[in-house]
């Protein structure tokens, strides 16, 4: 390839030029610092610079001693959660919650809001500080609309393009968009029954990430979450990383069936605790509360300014009006008792057809290993009209072969009926 120019600006714009013309590909491989600072008889801190400027904006990623590498760029849709409306298969691929078991509200204020009022209304404070209360001393709080808009606010308070963040590996599909969309590095850390494992984290962190991004529970597509031992260990580990931001997202959190273990030691410097709302009040009201140390709240507040990246006031009296209601507690104890025995169902019926599904497990999905890519049972399903997502989207280091269900509202008869022909399906012949 050929570079010419004198300063980094120069350099850095022929490259960008090359890219945008296709003469650059991804993974293709700039020349060595010295070497076209040889070519071009300019210091070499001159292409250090320029090459430090494309890693920077998103064009390249650094291999170390294998070199500066021209990054992949979204050129297709990527996958998501949710499935499209009306169609003719039974849906256990689309992640939601049960539309049965979630609240009827009101979009009534009693006034409306304007500039200049305080992001996050009395009335919703006052229910976040209850909710973090317990598992959180100190902290400040915010609203956002939902948890991945919280994490992706929260990594554009500290990171930029080209930074590496750790997290669990099979994946969250929204995380995997966030990191993606913002040209961050997603560095997929394995997991296991208990939780993301350490030995791997360890090592994570040794190489230098910049943020952790973990699930205590509700893991999605595994169901997993962190076991208490789990949880002492990375506080542990990450008591030694004071520097990375540790956001943790517990979605799931007043609908799960497993304690919640905190990993955040003291010594952590940015940190986050995101708790949602939209798995039991639904995804039109996907509010999140966001407890942090003071430092990540006043950044994060600067991108929820007053009356333009607020979340609304409508939404706020809205979940405000559903979660102060005097059955909310009876809603949330029923549904995240249908939850608990829509999983246990479906896990006994595919044990018994010799599948390896674990009976610790938690939130609206069961994860079902397999041997082999998953494209051709989910064909086969579908072919038989039942709908699922295959396992390998959510990969990022290694193949996530399996498949994930959806069981939010899967009853008893359908659950026998699915079991029992993906049972036929994966049967030896």
């Not at 006034?111 to 973090?132: D, F, K, N, T």
């Not at 994570?204 to 991004?213: C, E, M, P």
């Not at 699930?215 to 542990?236: C, D, E, M, V, Y």
């Not at 273990?261 to 996907?286: E, M, N, Q, Y």
């Amino acid at each position: 390839m050929k570079i010419s120019g004198k300063s980094a600006g120069e350099i850095v714009e022929q490259v960008r030029a090359k890219i945008a013309s296709g003469e650059l590909k991804p993974g293709q491989t700039l020349p060595p610092v010295r070497e076209l600072a040889g070519l071009l008889k300019i210091n070499r801190n001159t292409v250090a610079t320029a090459y430090k400027r494309l890693i920077d904006a998103g064009f390249a990623v650094s291999r170390g001693r294998n070199g500066t590498v021209i990054r992949g760029f979204i050129t297709s849709p990527m996958a998501q959660e949710g499935s499209a409306p009306d169609m003719a298969l039974r849906d256990l691929a689309g992640g939601n919650p049960c539309r049965d078991l979630l609240p009827t509200v009101s979009l009534a204020p009693d006034r409306p809001g304007l500039y200049g009022e305080r992001a996050i209304s009395e009335e919703m404070e006052q229910i976040g500080r209850r909710w973090m209360d317990e598992d959180v001393d100190s902290y400040a709080l915010n609203l956002t609309s939902g948890a991945v808009d919280a994490v992706e606010r929260l990594l554009n308070c500290y990171l930029i393009a080209g930074d590496r963040v750790g997290v669990e590996d099979p994946c969250f599909l929204s995380s995997i968009s966030t990191l993606m969309h913002n040209r961050l590095q997603a560095a997929g850390v394995p997991m296991d029954v208990e939780g993301i494992e350490v030995k791997p984290l360890a090592e994570l962190l040794a190489s230098g990430i910049q943020a952790l991004i973990i699930t205590p529970r509700a893991h999605n597509p595994t169901g997993f979450g962190l076991s208490a031992k789990r949880a002492a260990q990375i506080r542990s580990l990450l008591s030694d990383y004071p520097q990375v931001l540790v956001i943790v997202d517990d979605h799931f959190s007043l609908l799960s069936t497993q304690d919640y273990h905190h990993i955040i030691p003291p010594a952590t410097r940015h940190w986050a605790l995101i708790r949602s709302t939209s798995k039991f009040l639904g995804p039109d009201l996907r509010l999140a509360f966001v407890a942090s140390d003071d430092e990540t709240s006043r950044r994060l507040r600067q991108r929820l300014n007053a009356g333009t990246n607020w979340v609304s006031h409508l939404l706020q009296k809205a979940a405000a009006s559903a979660i102060r209601s005097p059955d909310f507690h009876e809603q949330i104890e029923r549904a995240k008792n249908a939850y608990r025995v829509r999983r246990q169902i479906l896990t006994d019926l595919l044990q018994r057809h010799h599948f390896e599904v674990f009976d610790k497990h938690d939130g609206l999905n069961l994860w079902i290993p397999l041997e082999r890519d998953s494209a051709d049972l989910v064909m086969q399903l579908a072919q038989r009209g039942w709908l699922v997502r295959g396992g390998e989207v959510f990969g990022l280091t290694r193949p996530a072969h399996g498949v994930r269900i959806t069981v939010s509202d899967l009853e008893s008869a359908e659950a026998e009926a699915f079991a029992l022909l993906i049972g036929s399906l994966t049967s030896p012949a």
